[in-house]
């Protein structure tokens, strides 16, 4: 056990710069013109153009930029964005709230991903399993893009129940609103996925000696099926833990959270590398971790898994 | 826990003609499960509304005039016009095409790789399974947009491209990582079963073993992530085309339209909410296929 | 055992939740003074004068900071923080400050105030934004460096000849001249603009250099000073600056909110978290008037929107297929149907806002005339593929949907709107003059003149010049302007440059913007110029 630790460990400091090479060749692969980028619809002199090239050398071959990077990055170094801004900074500012917002999220989203996914597969075919496919067909078929402003508009300005907007310090309840909505992108696959797994284990053979031993049904449900149903609902909630950090980019602007998804975005759209690689590393990082963690969960939930 | 029955569905898949293969019994299964037909019509209505959506007696989806803006349903035009005064009708229909076959193809690209990554690596476990997971953690922190455009960018440079392939391309080589790690969770739990060991012992090699036993019991999460993937990714291609580097030009498709009809919804939801009922039918025609298909072939259930 | 292990852990992660989302929270609305606004922008760019071209980041100067000249209501410049600016040959101007203002540290504000900004600003390696409002001063060219061997070559490119432009020189500690390159009538008005506000010496770490962390609390001559610092992508608050000799503003702090969406921000003044919005979105337009009543109001702006056509793409070379493609196209309906009447048809080159303008020159050409377009395109054998090339990122596709539908029905052509992920990657495309079509395009001046449009847009040099126009007729006719005697005289000359433009239709005019903006119950007096900001010295709390 232990040794598999220390060699996942070692795994992922060797993915970390792979992780970093890749995102930074992407994004010197994307870059048309950072400096018109930045500069949106504005002419540039000529003068502008060099002074701003030779600051964030954007003139030197991609190896070169990415060694200037990286020696950076091993002093603890993220650099500054092309706003001039330190970019340390602005991931001190970005990441606290967008890990609140995902956790609130992904509990929500597990919770009612197991509860319904349980009763769902064990009622198959029932009312409740009607209804919740139904109501998953409706979110999957909204964007996120209509979603959000649906129900900030709702929600927050017609029934006033949350407020409309949160903030770099929002707490539990300012966040419960874009949390459910970003929830929703992923509730769908984990809810169904728990349903099937549920299913698939109650026919199973070890449900069948249980019940013949004379278990209680809320034993047999609550203890062994649940057990043996986790393991892909696990994986599921450990990949969408990402993914709500990396992919929250439009609840975030809806509901104007200062957070990653929105950093990456403007990142994103103004060419500003430095800034997208330094918050795509702490990313990778994320979920190197989760799924360090999600590995561990399976050999806890199933016995006979064994890492060595 | 043994399940030695479970060894002889893969063998239906080839399809056998021993008097009563487990094709045939599933077959037979499927013919009296109705939710089967239910879903069997929908996908077959909007595979030919893929095909020749002029069967469907719609109207020009790109006549379009301001002059007709949110005008109600009438009898050219069933649903109504939207914003820009179109058909809302005639282009649910003819965006069948774009948006069932983007979602399909890159669905089942998705579904290709993230089966054979999931599978070798739950499988193989040790160094094989470090450098695959390893590859599945660096795609999974990537950024989905920036990859996105930096893709669809360079697959479509070619002015006289019209996107497609881009995107499904895109979408399918971004959207295997869940698919592959669930695959490769349901590997790793299955791989230890006592049937499996029983085959290794009886000298099954590890393409038989994988093939045969360890896949078809591996295979009910995975299923449930595919099928909600391709909703997603008709979604998704829409946002793709938003930013600029998804289908080109006049292209039509549900996401595209929900996508403009989003805004407006507060004087006129009928636009957003005709493409969302089609894109909703076609993901629950493909989830009632899927349950129903793997139920007929589970044993279990006998 | 092992089996409760699952729930433990998802209790454990839950109480995790909450402690952080705790600890984080509870940040109560400290309302602070009674008599506060709360005003909505964008995440500003940045917070240097010199550096600042874009409307949020000049807003939030505009309250640090007290500009020499202000518009009246006929957009004539008049003196604010000068005493005077005069000038007997439109060359050498002298300006004398008005005594006794301070920055907001009790710095006083002198002529080297504003030469030592003035020049920082210009100097080509600060790379500043605005760095282009100083050409026109003589030895501007000095201050700029050329790289040898282009801007891909290895070499370094060699510090500008100088420091300082020759053209500014202090005569006393209230008083200094600026000698132009060459006469300009209008040089009053440019000194309006934003890139011409002074910086105190604590702005400087050495002379002509620029602290590093100013940026973050700027020090400025204004009504108020900034509370803290910038607090980016979330708010800067500023409050009344106790020794500001200028008009008293009715207000005692505005906290500038920043929004990543517009939309989040009319969520939040229809709430009642902001006080003021200046520009509704498109998409809650229709919804506004029902949410604000009489405080969804309207004023002009100068925003210009239009579509050129490239002169690489010869299918567009004759100026019949160009009015043609301009009479096929029904601008009123655009703009009631697409943007609720927020915008207004153009019907001529320059925007209504600037002295000079004459509504409708493009007369008939600009008129919605389905029938003769297509006759007229036929004749002038116009190509049987349009495409219009627009950014994604602008929120444009509507409205080029709209306009290619109105040029299929007119001319029975047909027309693809092509969305491009940014302005850059259509300038790209541009550069490399690949087929794009007509371009998207659009104006917002820097300092209403005539001249502010018809340079920029159409001179051959012009900066914003996209499509490679270039008629030296027109020119020598704008420069003729910009060095005659009087305003009056400029303006004659600049209109005779526009009717050359309306010969030739280089570009389709399309839409004038307006500023359309809402405000909550609290406020009263809201007032949003042709710069897209909220006057903040009229502005005033409803007394509750």
């Given at each position: 056990m232990f040794r598999y630790l220390i060699r996942r460990l070692l795994q992922m400091v060797l993915t970390f710069f792979g992780a970093t090479f890749i995102v930074y060749a992407l994004m010197f692969a994307n870059q048309t013109d950072p400096i018109q980028a930045l500069a949106g619809e504005r002419p540039i002199t000529d003068s502008q153009r060099l002074a701003l090239t030779e600051r964030y050398h954007l003139d030197e071959p991609f190896l070169g930029q990415y060694w200037h990077y990286m020696k950076g990055l091993l002093t603890g170094d993220f650099g500054i964005s092309l706003t001039n801004r330190k970019i340390s900074e602005m991931m001190a500012d970005a990441w606290p709230v967008t890990i609140r917002l995902a956790l609130i999220a992904i509990v929500i989203v597990a919770i009612v991903a197991i509860v319904a996914g349980v009763i769902s597969g064990i009622r198959r075919g029932g009312t409740f399993d009607n209804v919740t496919l139904v109501l998953t067909l409706v979110v999957l078929s909204m964007p996120i893009v209509v979603l959000a402003p649906l129900a900030r508009l709702v929600f927050g300005i017609q029934l006033g129940w949350f407020p409309p907007t949160a903030t770099r310090d929002a707490g539990f309840y300012e966040l419960l609103l874009p949390a459910l909505v970003l929830g929703s992108l992923v509730v769908a696959t984990e809810l169904r996925v728990t349903r099937s797994a549920v299913a698939e284990n109650l026919r199973s053979d070890y449900v069948r000696t249980a019940r013949a031993k004379g278990l209680t049904r809320q034993r047999v449900v609550g203890v062994h099926v649940l057990r043996n149903s986790l393991i892909p609902v696990v994986t599921l909630i450990g990949v969408d833990l990402g993914n709500l950090m990396s992919g929250a980019i439009v609840t975030e602007g809806v509901f104007n959270i200062p957070g990653v998804g929105f950093n990456l975005f403007r990142a994103i759209k103004t060419e500003d590398g430095p800034l997208v690689v330094g918050f795509v590393s702490v990313l990778v990082i994320v979920f190197l971790m989760v799924n360090l963690l999600v590995d561990l969960l399976y050999a806890a939930l199933d016995p006979r898994i064994r890492y060595e | 826990m043994s399940d030695p029955q479970a060894v002889t569905t893969a063998e239906s898949a080839v399809g056998r003609d021993k008097p009563r293969s487990l094709a045939g019994d599933a077959w037979r299964d499927l013919r009296r499960n109705k939710i089967f037909w239910v879903a069997a019509v929908l996908v077959t209505v909007f595979v030919v509304m893929a095909i020749v959506p002029a069967v469907f007696g719609a109207g020009d989806p790109r006549d379009c005039a301001l002059s007709r803006q949110h005008d109600g349903p009438s009898g050219n035009a069933f649903f109504g016009y939207d914003f820009q005064g179109c058909d809302v009708y005639a282009k649910a229909v003819y965006g069948a095409r774009n948006s069932i076959l983007v979602g399909l193809l890159s669905t089942l690209l998705a579904g290709t790789i993230g089966l054979i990554m999931g599978l070798t690596a739950g499988y193989f476990g040790g160094w094989v399974d470090a450098v695959l997971s390893r590859g599945i953690d660096v795609v999974l922190g990537l950024p989905f947009l920036l990859a996105a455009i930096v893709l669809a960018r360079r697959l479509s440079s070619d002015p006289s491209n019209n996107g497609f392939w881009a995107v499904i391309v895109t979408l399918g080589f971004l959207g295997w990582t869940t698919a592959a790690r669930v695959m490769r969770s349901s590997v790793i739990a299955s791989k230890n079963q006592d049937y499996v060991a029983a085959a290794r012992m009886l000298g099954s090699g590890p393409a038989r073993l994988m093939m045969k036993h360890i896949l078809p019991n591996s295979t009910a999460a995975f299923i449930v992530v595919l099928t909600i993937l391709l909703g997603t990714n008709i979604a998704t291609e829409a946002t793709l085309t938003f930013l600029g580097v998804g289908l080109k030009g006049d292209a039509i498709s549900w996401g595209i339209m929900i996508n403009e009809a989003g805004p407006n919804v507060r004087t006129a939801a009928e636009p957003l909410v005709w493409p969302s009922v089609f894109l909703a039918l076609t993901v629950l025609a493909f989830i009632m296929l899927g349950d129903a298909v793997r139920d007929a072939f589970d044993p279990k259930l006998r | 055992m092992l089996g409760k292990r699952p729930w433990k852990m998802a209790a454990g992660a839950a109480a995790i939740v909450m402690l952080v989302a705790g600890c984080g929270g509870g940040s109560d609305e400290a309302e602070g003074s009674e008599n506060t606004v709360v005003l909505g922008i964008a995440e500003p760019k940045h917070l240097i004068p010199a550096n600042s071209t874009e409307s949020n980041g000049s807003q939030v100067l505009s309250s640090l900071f007290y500009p020499l000249v202000n518009f009246n209501e006929q957009k004539q410049p008049v003196e604010a923080a000068a005493e005077s600016i005069t000038s007997d040959d439109n060359k050498v101007w002298t300006i004398k400050l008005k005594p006794g203002f301070t920055f907001s540290n009790d710095e006083p504000v002198t002529s080297d105030s504003y030469i030592n900004a003035w020049n920082n600003g210009a100097y080509g390696p600060n790379g500043n934004d605005g760095s282009y409002f100083f050409e026109r001063i003589a030895g501007y060219a000095d201050l700029q460096s050329k790289d040898p061997d282009g801007e891909d070559g290895p070499q370094k490119a060699p510090e500008?000849?100088?420091?300082?432009?020759?053209?500014l020189k202090k005569v006393d500690d209230t008083t200094f001249t600026v000698t132009l390159s060459a006469p300009f009538a209008g040089w009053k008005s440019v000194l309006a603009y934003t890139v011409f506000y002074p910086l105190p010496n604590a702005a400087f770490s050495s002379p002509g250099v620029l602290n590093e962390a100013f940026e973050q609390t700027p020090i400025g001559n204004g009504p108020f000073k900034v509370v803290g610092k910038w607090e980016h992508d979330q708010q800067i608050v500023v409050t009344k600056a106790a020794g500001f000799k200028g008009p008293a503003p009715k207000v005692e702090g505005i906290t500038w909110k920043i929004y990543q969406d517009q939309q989040a921000q009319y969520a939040d003044l229809v709430a009642g978290n902001l006080d003021v919005q200046t520009l509704i979105p498109i998409e809650s337009l229709g919804s506004a008037a029902g949410d604000l009543g009489d405080r969804l109001k309207k004023s002009p702006s100068s925003d210009f929107a239009f579509v050129g056509f490239p002169t690489f793409q010869k299918e567009f070379s004759n100026p019949d297929v160009r009015r043609a493609l301009s009479m096929a196209i029904n601008r009123k309906e655009m703009t009631d149907q697409i943007f609720l009447q927020s915008q207004t048809p153009a019907t001529s080159f320059v925007s209504p806002v600037v002295a000079g303008y004459r509504e409708n020159t493009c007369g008939k050409w600009c008129e919605y005339k389905p029938a003769e377009a297509k006759a007229l395109y036929t004749k002038a054998q116009g190509p049987k593929e349009i495409k219009i090339t627009y950014n994604?990122?602008?929120?444009?596709k509507a409205w080029v949907d709209a306009m290619c539908n109105q040029i299929k029905a007119s001319l029975a052509v047909n027309c693809t709107g092509q969305g491009e992920p940014k302005f850059a990657d259509l300038l790209t495309k541009v550069d490399a003059e690949q087929p794009v079509g007509l371009i998207r395009l659009g104006w917002i001046m820097d300092y209403p003149l005539m001249e502010n449009y018809l340079g920029p847009l159409y001179s051959t040099t012009g900066g914003s010049n996209y499509y490679g126009y270039s008629n030296t007729a027109f020119d020598s006719l704008l420069k003729e302007g910009s060095e005659a005697a009087t305003p009056e005289a400029a303006i004659k000359k600049w209109q005779e440059a526009e009717d050359i433009l309306v010969k030739d239709m280089p570009v389709l005019p399309l839409r004038f913007g307006q500023n359309t903006y809402g405000f909550s119950e609290r406020v009263t007096n809201v007032e949003v110029d042709l710069f897209k900001k909220v006057n903040i010295y009229k502005i005033e709390r409803v007394a509750s």
């Open positions: - | - | 500008p000849k100088a420091k300082t432009m020759t053209g994604a990122d602008g929120g444009h």
